[in-house]
């Protein structure tokens, strides 16, 4: 394993060598970095073009200037220095600064969008591949075929031209019509009618429900006003909570006599974490990341603890499930913070929260909730447009290579034993599913950061697709070389993940 | 009933094209005595059919595919009236203005005189862009330079993609060290934006060599699927058996091997076609492909979007144009790949 990582490392260092040189020559070679210098009148002319053929060391030739960019690279790599400028920009300014300040915004849209994108495409895929030749499967192919289709540009712009501005009226004044409440109703009822499809009975019955259900909940949540301000309370997140709790359990042990214990445990953890949660209030108030994390790994801490006192002869799998239910209630606890700080940000927002310029208010000087729902606000857009692509292949290859698994030998052999459907779908199926999926998200990485140049584009954030398309135009190659620096070592990092975590999950694979 | 039984086995399916089902199998033996394997192909339950080549086979199941068919149809009707209303080349074009012309004033504020009951054109269907030009004309104009910067990004990858793979899956060793890590430098970075840096400096030097260019940086997918396909196919007894006989390499490559990947390269080139027009056009959006006073697709919505508010169509043809002409290409290869390799599921992307 060591001498495989060793060995990748080395290899990944050879082909980043080898990307950045391509790119630098190609970008230094586009044309003449001095051609609107040139075209000056004026006493400043000269002394400009000398200014600018010091910072970017126009006297000395490509190749040279290659081997400088990489010493100034090098240096950010060596601890002890101080003088980390990843080169300076033609205006003499260093780099290094500029993509700190953009690498945050990029990095926060491009992983929400991949984290987004996986979980949908993932369990849509599965939905999909279980109910295979249904109309919810013809339905998820027709949408996939058109997202692939979609250019992102295009879709960015419908988002931030209608989509924005009908959002943010309606949030102004959140008030929905009988006849309004019932078409969500009849939508949200036909969704899971199709998911969950069945026979003749099964189907209106789903139908009914999920009807009945979406309009008792937009009809609570407008009447209570959670559109203005929305939060659980501590209510909302111990019946979430103990939801979440009958949910894992069900879908990772089943609901059986013999799986009892593991049921226990996870209310139980949903019981107690509910209770920390509630203690710990003073400190979540305006906490910092780390805080936040560390009451998330506390509650895992505890589901897991709990899971493995109660859990009797399933230890392992109800202190798994336990741990996971501890995680939901840390999510529901971070939700209903952020839903709380709502109000507050629509105040001074003027009453248009959802975003569609720029990727953080400027001087909001909120606390800690407030601010993360700002950027999550500004998220929203440009997150949907760019996951439309990955979420399309992601459903697709899911589907795949699910139905790929249910086809095989030792799924035949796990039903034959006589296990039920869940166990055969969740522990032997599932998981061979994912194996693949690795790969493709490790390659997808590189795609979306090109989806993020176009998304930036559209919805005005200076992030690195900004650093990089201003790089482009003006004839700039170190601001691009930072882009390309940031997102090769990413796309060569991930697929070394990915090689690594394929191996893990197949032990057939052996590394090195 | 368990919902789940009867169809998610997928390897009970598409067994009746080309292996022999147990039914079938039974009921030939029963009713027919044959007893040697040559006739089983051609013998169906008692009738005789003559043997049909691989390539009608596969026509044959593209025919069936509806909505492959249906694409197929609408990609040629927006081929034939992009490149016949205003003309290219040689050929005449039946529509009366010419994307060159500038009006000196709109007509109507540049409306759309497109009506669709009772039918007409009128003089600008799709409006008229903001200095006058007949936006029709435009859109067709777009329309053609996005189509042959994809056909060409299409040709020149699939070529370059073959070769390359074939080289590296056949022949191994050092050559296939040096072509997969080449491969394996451009993957790591993302193709629009290299594209981008590529483009920029030749995008006003017309789009052949844009397409071209293209085409060089997109072959890195294909080679990769082309490369598998050797590996595999090199060890087979067909290729050996080639060998002991003295068949060349390029004979091997080219009489023996290339035309067992020819489905899969078929399909990636269709693909490669669709995926093309939507960098083609992002690349125009972002202003690094092709520009003023040449036009596009991605630059026409580029320039348009800004009317967004007073003038919605101008974004919404060529934008829809887009969506449509890869929507179509997609179908088409899905419909290619079923064709061509029944036992896989059904539109695997």
């Known amino acids: ?512 | 009933m368990d919902p789940l039984e009867p169809e998610a086995v997928p390897s009970q399916r598409g067994t009746g094209e080309q292996g022999h089902p147990p039914a079938t199998e039974r009921q030939m033996t029963g009713m027919i005595a044959l007893d040697t394997d040559v006739a089983d192909a051609a013998v169906t339950a008692g009738t005789v059919t003559a043997a049909q080549s691989e390539l009608r086979l596969v026509l044959r199941r593209f025919v069936r595919h509806r909505a492959a068919m249906a694409g197929l149809v609408v990609l040629v009707l927006i081929v034939v009236t992009a490149f016949t209303s205003i003309g290219w080349g040689l050929i005449p074009g039946w529509w009366k203005q010419s994307y060159l012309t500038f009006a000196p004033s709109l007509t109507d504020g540049g409306r759309a005189t497109l009506r669709l009951w009772p039918f007409s054109l009128g003089d600008h269907p799709f409006g008229q862009d903001t200095s006058g030009r007949d936006y029709f004309a435009l859109v067709m104009r777009g329309m053609q330079q996005s189509i042959i910067i994809a056909v060409l990004v299409g040709l020149v990858s699939t070529v370059l993609g073959t070769v390359i793979g074939a080289l590296a899956g056949y022949y191994r060793g050092w050559v296939e060290a040096v072509l997969m890590r080449l491969t394996d430098v451009l993957i790591t970075i993302p193709l629009i934006a290299v594209a981008a840096v590529v483009v920029n400096r030749i995008g006003g030097g017309g789009i052949l060599l844009l397409g071209v260019f293209l085409g060089i940086l997109t072959w890195t997918g294909l080679a990769r699927i082309v490369r598998g396909e050797f590996l595999s196919l090199r060890e087979r007894e067909f290729v050996e058996a080639a060998r002991s006989i003295g068949a060349s390499s390029p004979r091997i490559i080219f009489r023996h091997i290339l035309p067992n990947t020819i489905g899969v390269i078929t399909v990636s080139a269709t693909l490669a076609i669709s995926g093309a027009i939507l960098l083609e056009t992002a690349l125009s959006f972002l202003g690094f492909g092709v520009k003023a006073p040449d036009t596009s697709l991605g630059l026409l919505v580029q320039i348009n979007r800004q009317a967004m508010d007073s003038r919605p169509y101008l974004f919404w043809w060529p934008a829809v144009f887009i969506v449509v002409i890869s929507l179509a290409i997609n179908f088409v290869g899905d419909g290619l790949r079923d064709a061509f390799d029944p036992r896989q599921t059904r539109s695997k992307a």
């Open chain 1, 1 to 512: 394993m060591l001498v495989f990582i060793a060995r990748r490392l080395v290899v990944s260092f050879f082909i980043l060598l080898a990307s950045t040189a391509l790119t630098y020559l190609l970008v230094s070679y586009s044309d003449n970095p001095l051609k609107d210098l040139l075209e000056l009148r004026g006493p400043t002319r000269e002394a400009k073009i000398a200014a600018r053929t010091l910072a970017l060391n126009l006297d000395s030739p490509v190749p040279v200037r290659y081997g400088l960019w990489l010493g100034d690279v090098g240096k950010c790599l060596w601890p002890w220095s101080d003088s980390c400028t990843l080169g300076l920009n033609r205006d003499g300014k260093p780099v290094f600064p500029q993509l700190q300040a953009a690498i945050g915004s990029t990095l926060r849209l491009v992983i929400a969008a991949t984290l987004l994108a996986l979980i949908l495409g993932v369990v849509t895929g599965i939905v999909t591949a279980l109910r295979q030749y249904s109309v919810f499967d013809y339905s998820v192919t027709l949408v996939a075929f058109l997202c692939f289709s979609l250019p992102v540009f295009f879709v960015s712009t419908l988002l931030k031209q209608y989509l924005a501005i009908e959002l943010n009226t309606w949030l102004g004044d959140p008030t929905l019509t009988y006849a309004g409440i019932t078409i969500v109703a009849v939508l949200s009822g036909g969704f899971w009618a199709l998911m969950v499809g069945g026979g003749r009975q099964r189907v209106p019955l789903v139908f009914a429900a999920g009807f009945a259900a979406t309009f008792a909940t937009i009809y609570l949540l407008l009447a209570t006003g959670f559109f203005r301000t929305p939060y659980f309370g501590v209510l909302g997140i111990g019946i979430f909570g103990l939801a979440a709790a009958v949910g894992w359990t069900a879908l990772f042990a089943g609901l059986t006599r013999r799986t009892r214990p593991v049921l226990m445990a996870s209310v139980a953890t949903a019981v107690a974490g509910t209770v920390v949660v509630v203690a710990l209030s003073p400190v979540l108030d305006d906490p910092g990341y780390l805080v936040v994390a560390g009451v998330t790994v506390v509650l895992v801490v505890i589901g897991a603890l709990v899971g493995r006192l109660l859990g009797g002869e399933q230890r392992a799998l109800a202190s798994r499930v336990g741990g996971l239910v501890g995680f939901s209630v840390a999510l529901l606890m971070i939700v209903d913070q952020l839903l709380r700080a709502y109000p507050t940000l629509f105040a001074r927002t003027g009453g248009r929260p959802v975003k569609t310029t720029g990727s953080q208010s400027a001087n909001l000087g909120a606390d800690f909730w407030t601010t993360n729902l700002d950027y999550l606000m500004y998220l929203i857009l440009p997150t949907l447009a760019i996951m439309l692509i990955s979420f399309a292949s992601y459903t697709r290859y899911t589907r795949a290579s699910m139905l790929d698994v249910m086809g095989q030998d030792y799924v035949r052999t796990a039903r034959a034993k006589g296990l039920n459907n869940r166990t055969v779908i969740v522990r032997h199926a599932f998981r061979n599913a994912l194996i693949p999926l690795t790969t493709l998200v490790a390659f997808d990485f590189a795609g979306i950061l090109g989806g993020a140049i176009i998304t930036e584009t559209v919805f005005g954030w200076s992030g690195m697709g900004k650093l990089f398309s201003t790089g482009i135009t003006n004839v700039d190659p170190n601001p691009v070389m930072a882009f390309f620096l940031v997102t090769a070592t990413a796309t060569v990092l991930f697929n070394m993940l990915a090689d690594i975590a394929y191996a893990y999950l197949d032990p057939r694979i052996r590394l090195g």
